[in-house]
């Protein structure tokens, strides 16, 4: 206070400058609704023109919507609307229409920068394409006979076309190579760098000298098909970061913040430690905290994988994370953003990734082998050469320069891209999602695969399984009961009821107590349907809700409902000979049902996420590469730990973090199919090494010999780089 | 052979065109959405005119 007056009567500009800054929020106001708000949703679910048309009309008839423009390549959606549209109230139109949404983060998905990037080497490509066409066309000429004054001028416009090509397409290879180099390593743009600029000042001297032979159209091919393994490299990392910015921006984290009774809504990131937040039922809480005020239940399934709801009261300490069931709860925040155990989980497990050994790609594997024999081949061509001519430089020079070119890895540098464009592409239209290009290679050297049950194998919706057992009267009753609240397991009982056809009993004064359950009277007496110590039961050791009637109890049990193609995916990956593994935090009873449901023999209830960590590592140990699907916090070291990891969309974004693959669509069976993929990826790239190193050990020689002229290695260069592609293809 | 003169300029010109023109689409963002834009063809929406 005392600071506050004293700088006010020390600078009078100080009183000015608030409302100033006023003024200029007002401005900015004012601004950003005239631009209005732009809704980026993910919609997994679409797939054809039909999709198109039925989104983009019906969004479009929506009020406050601008413009609706539906990407079916990235499977996303953009709306440009008056500011004050709700994200969630497209999500929940595009729902309405049959569509799985989730709401993306405008912010955090930063398109321009990628875009940039991406335009960049489509350019280059595109510049080397157009330059090849027509050095190519000269090319031909001189192949075909022209001597002379008419070869020469045509080399002379090919090196007019060419050099200025080669130094703008070939500038990602230049600065990588040297990268390298400042490093003290040798990448296979070392080479190729080598071989672009090497081949342009030969081929340039021979033209100046007219000879026979320039290499112009070769150096551009070169740079044409290497830059197009770079781009389809480029583009499947792109789709991969911009999928996991996608995730990062799944759950657009929003609360209600309680400010002098006033409620509004602000993005959590904007809230600190101390501000009240109310947590309506079936939220989210968006913030560590203690409850001030209210009585609930709480699911913590995603942290633990508990299934059963735990009591929140006053006092009671919540975590980001958890969904809160019945009543409105008011926390008092003690950590919000950075400072959340979500996020200090999400920071635990970037650190166990940059812990985690190096995978060594094929695609490394074949460089390292690779990258130095370039160079020596024809360092060596050029001595043998310069021997055996009793010191013809300028011949020996030509040989080396034809070695070079023949050896230079075009088809190699596609071999790995090519494939896994062609299976990541083939794997996102069944809707799963490659957020890592070497995931696809370590899937398909998986033996073993470790479950999680909850929200991975079930979508975390309970539904009853003992209504037989029970008599009309006592399901009436309970109905009328359940039809009272809005907790996720009275919601159930109620779909379960009605769909039998059975109408609810009237009762009197039902009410809800949160926390606990609802009450009522029936025919004088008191009924009760809700938790176990509330109603006076034995609580059994499943999910249950107790219903209180005529002094006697009854268990309505539940089991969570099974994800669609669980029982295809285990069924699948037994059919592949894999071993699979159930791991669950929750209790054993749920466990054990659920094993026996798939007939999965193998399972363990009650685990810690350190106790899933460690188990993976057992295996690891054993020598057995291990798959983990899970969704939970308590599964994401497990995920980070394993050989390679998947999550469904619906998992917290600390275990999408830390996985490779990411379902986006509800059903779980594909999965299984990304394991053949992989393993049919891993064959194709495999294949295409072979079949350039087979071009190589035919051509190889004939270059040594000193028989390759500029028509031999351009036909090489493209009919082995096109098989190469075209084998990939083969995936779709 | 004096017609060379006057080819060579062409076909030049005539790729230069080509790459202005792909320069143009580049800009213009129309790889953006390869998948979409194969099936919007199908559609009569925008026969009359394309959406902006």
Known sequence: MTDATSSLSACPACVAAPAAEARAQDAEAQARAAEGARIILSVPGAHCAACIGTIERDLERMPGVRSVRLNLTLKRLSVHADEGVEAAAVASRLEGLGYEAHELDSGTLSMTETDRQGRDLLMRLGVAGFAMMNVMLLSVAVWSGATDATRDLFHLVSALIAVPTVAFSGQPFFRSAIRALKAGRLNMDGPIALALVLTVAISLYETLNSGHHAYFEAVVMLTFFLLTGRYLDYRARALARSAAQELAALEVPRATRLQGGVETTVPVAELAAGDMVLVRPGGRVPVDGVVTEGRSEIDRSLLTGETLPAYAGEGTVVSAGEVNLTGPLTVRVTAAGKDTSLHRMADLVAMAESARNKYTTLADKAARAYAPTIPLLSLGAFVAWLWISGGDLRLSVNIAIATLIITCPCALGLAVPAVVTAASGRLFRKGLLIKDGTALERLAQVDTVVLDKTGTLTLGTPEPTNLDSHPEAAARVALALAQGSGHPLAQALTRALVARGLHPERLESVQEVPGYGVEGVWQGQRVQLGRADWVGAQALDCTAAYLALDGQTRAFTFADRLRPGAEELVAALKRQGKRVILLSGDVPAAVRDMAARLGIDDWQAEALPQDKAARIEALHAAGHRVLMIGDGLNDTVALTAAHVSVSPASALDAARAASDIVLLGRDIAPVADAVTTARAATRRIHENFWQSGIYNAIFVPIALFGLVTPLIAAAVMSLSSITVALNALRLK | ?52
Do not use: A, H, N
Not at chain 2, 27 to 33: I, P, V
Not at chain 2, 35 to 42: A, F, H, M, P, V
């Open chain 2, 1 to 52: 052979m004096e017609i060379l003169g006057i080819l060579i300029p062409v076909s030049l010109f005539l790729g230069l065109v080509g790459l202005l023109g792909f320069y143009w689409t580049l800009k213009k963002g129309m790889y953006e959405d390869p998948e979409g834009d194969s099936r919007r063809i199908l559609q009569g929406d925008y026969d009359d005119k394309p959406k902006s």
